[in-house]
């Protein structure tokens, strides 16, 4: 598949997040792009469950939903081996003679023109689930590495597009304004375009004035100059699309007094759905923001300790990793200049790192922001 139509891939993701009746189209272009007969998501958990089909294959899930399901190999090793969240091959698991007798194969899969069968489980956060599954045509049924990462990948941000449909309860408020949508959050949230104007947000993004982040006339902005550069290049960056001059998956913002940064979160919307739901000619972007005493706030600190830092290293590492100087990192933690730059060595010695970008590319890659 050649970059540019991966991409579109992507970017359609994100467009169907805010539009619940184009998930069949989106899914059958992912079979296309994938030589596969159709494509099919379910979600479980977290509400009401999501599940739509190609319609390449959907006069097929009547037919499997009362006849096959219970005589699905596949679907049985799963379940009874209850793999964690990742990619997954039938044909690596189900034995090639196994499958040749098998009715469920010849009789039913055989007559749809499917061979194997392409498995992505999605945890975006506690309590969802999410599942794709792709059938690939009978001519290409082996699966090339570069296609299995590429179907995983494609995978991750589709989970996002989805987290994101049902935190907006897209399929029922369609008709509700965009500002009623946003006050569902947990997390404080802002709509912005080029140059941090600020389009939308919910209430929470009010009570963030004292963390260092705040709107003056119409724009987000920091309250330090280093700090709102860092802001405008990750917001630049994420309105490129989510694979252009594509920005860290996670931006760390030091927040005054605190080791524990302000956790943001971009996700890319296009002209097509901007236009539709703020009527904008031009591409936005929905920052995500989380302070510690959010709900959602990811154990940060308990990472870095897995990784081998004591908890005092990791509280240390996340005010360093998120922007404090070395200076202010000692001052919050009430340390002496030399005995800050001696923990920082530890930290650096303990990670296997040497400079403070790679540290917070490091926070950036344990803070996922799932939720």
């Given at each position: 598949?050649?970059?540019a139509?991966f991409?579109?891939?992507?970017?359609?993701c994100?467009?169907t997040a805010?539009?619940?009746?184009g998930?069949p189209?989106?899914?059958?272009?992912?079979a296309?792009?994938?030589?596969?007969?159709?494509v099919n998501?379910?979600?479980?958990?977290g509400?009401?469950p999501l599940?739509?089909y190609?319609?390449?294959?959907?006069?097929?899930?009547?037919?499997?939903?009362?006849?096959?399901?219970?005589r699905?190999?596949?679907?049985?090793?799963?379940?009874?081996?209850?793999?964690?969240?990742?990619?997954?091959?039938?044909t690596?698991?189900?034995?090639?003679?196994?499958?040749?007798r098998?009715?469920?194969?010849?009789?039913?899969?055989r007559s749809?023109?499917?061979?194997?069968?392409?498995?992505l489980?999605l945890?975006p956060?506690?309590?969802?689930?999410l599942g794709?599954?792709?059938?690939?045509t009978?001519?290409?049924?082996?699966?090339p590495?570069?296609e299995r990462?590429?179907f995983a990948?494609?995978?991750r941000?589709?989970?996002?597009?989805?987290?994101?449909?049902?935190?907006l309860?897209?399929?029922?408020?369609?008709?509700r304004?965009l500002?009623?949508?946003?006050?569902r959050?947990?997390c404080?949230?802002a709509?912005v375009?080029?140059g941090?104007?600020l389009?939308?947000s919910?209430?929470?993004?009010?009570?963030?004035?004292?963390d260092?982040?705040?709107?003056?006339?119409?724009?987000l902005v920091?309250?330090?100059?280093?700090l709102?550069?860092r802001l405008?290049?990750y917001i630049?960056?994420?309105?490129a699309?989510?694979?252009?001059?594509?920005?860290?998956?996670?931006?760390?913002?030091?927040?005054?007094g605190?080791?524990?940064?302000?956790?943001?979160?971009?996700v890319f919307?296009?002209?097509q759905?901007?236009?539709?739901r703020?009527?904008?000619?031009?591409?936005?972007?929905?920052?995500?923001?989380?302070?510690p005493d959010?709900s959602?706030?990811p154990?940060?600190?308990?990472?870095?300790v897995?990784?081998g830092?004591?908890?005092?290293q990791?509280?240390?590492?996340?005010?360093v990793?998120?922007?404090?100087?070395l200076?202010?990192?000692?001052?919050l933690?009430k340390v002496?200049d030399?005995?800050?730059?001696?923990?920082l060595?530890?930290v650096?010695?303990?990670?296997?790192?040497?400079?403070?970008?790679q540290?917070?590319r490091l926070?950036?890659?344990?803070s996922?922001?799932?939720?």
């Amino acid at each position: 598949m050649e970059e540019a139509a991966f991409s579109t891939l992507i970017e359609r993701c994100y467009d169907t997040a805010f539009d619940a009746g184009g998930w069949p189209d989106l899914l059958q272009d992912m079979a296309t792009a994938f030589d596969c007969v159709g494509v099919n998501v379910v979600q479980m958990g977290g509400g009401e469950p999501l599940v739509a089909y190609s319609p390449s294959i959907a006069h097929a899930a009547s037919a499997y939903a009362s006849e096959w399901v219970g005589r699905d190999p596949w679907l049985a090793y799963m379940l009874r081996h209850r793999p964690g969240a990742g990619f997954y091959v039938d044909t690596d698991y189900i034995a090639a003679d196994v499958r040749a007798r098998d009715p469920f194969y010849q009789d039913f899969r055989r007559s749809l023109g499917m061979s194997s069968t392409l498995s992505l489980i999605l945890r975006p956060y506690e309590g969802m689930q999410l599942g794709l599954g792709a059938s690939r045509t009978r001519h290409s049924e082996f699966v090339p590495q570069q296609e299995r990462e590429r179907f995983a990948a494609l995978g991750r941000h589709l989970a996002r597009a989805a987290t994101l449909s049902f935190r907006l309860n897209a399929a029922e408020t369609l008709n509700r304004s965009l500002v009623d949508q946003l006050a569902r959050f947990d997390c404080a949230v802002a709509v912005v375009s080029k140059g941090g104007k600020l389009l939308r947000s919910n209430s929470l993004l009010y009570g963030l004035e004292a963390d260092g982040l705040m709107i003056r006339r119409g724009r987000l902005v920091s309250g330090q100059p280093a700090l709102q550069t860092r802001l405008d290049c990750y917001i630049t960056q994420a309105l490129a699309s989510p694979t252009q001059a594509s920005p860290p998956e996670v931006l760390a913002l030091p927040r005054p007094g605190s080791a524990l940064p302000l956790l943001v979160r971009a996700v890319f919307l296009g002209v097509q759905v901007a236009d539709q739901r703020l009527g904008l000619a031009e591409p936005a972007v929905v920052l995500l923001v989380l302070k510690p005493d959010m709900s959602g706030y990811p154990s940060l600190d308990q990472v870095l300790v897995a990784l081998g830092l004591t908890r005092g290293q990791a509280r240390f590492a996340l005010a360093v990793g998120a922007g404090h100087s070395l200076k202010e990192a000692a001052e919050l933690f009430k340390v002496s200049d030399e005995t800050a730059r001696s923990m920082l060595k530890q930290v650096y010695a303990r990670l296997g790192i040497n400079r403070q970008s790679q540290l917070a590319r490091l926070i950036a890659k344990v803070s996922p922001l799932h939720r």
